[in-house]
């Protein structure tokens, strides 16, 4: 089983990034992806997250309006689009795999995001 992010890096505050996850290993499909991040000295917390055909989606309120989450089951890859960067965002951002029934849980090594000027 595989997680793999890419897409991280530093970037100005209003700038965007897009992250990636290329899973493999598992059945893609019969999981729900998220995002997470953690930042120096505080907890890991829960950006997105996508169920498993992507029809439903959620945010944490601090990033509602600027982040999208989305999923590509034929590319095994779950997305996170971040527009209007803060310096507030800066973290690791890991992918997050979850499967309910037969309980799965898997982490990918995270990618870090820092928005600076």
């Known amino acids: 089983v595989q997680l793999v992010e890419s897409g991280g890096g530093l970037v100005q505050p209003g700038g965007s990034l897009r992250l990636s996850c290329a899973a493999s290993g598992f059945t893609f499909s019969s999981y729900a992806m998220s995002w997470f991040r953690q930042a120096p000295e505080k907890e890991r917390e829960l950006v997105a997250a996508?169920?498993?055909?992507?029809?439903?989606?959620n945010y944490a309120d601090s990033v509602k309006g600027r982040f999208t989450i989305s999923r590509d089951n034929a590319k095994n890859t779950v997305y996170l689009q971040m527009n209007s960067l803060k310096p507030e965002d800066t973290a690791v951002y890991y992918c997050n795999a979850r499967r309910t029934i037969n309980p799965r849980d898997y982490w990918g090594q995270g990618t870090q995001v820092t928005v600076s000027s």
């Open positions: 996508i169920t498993r055909t992507g029809a439903s989606t």
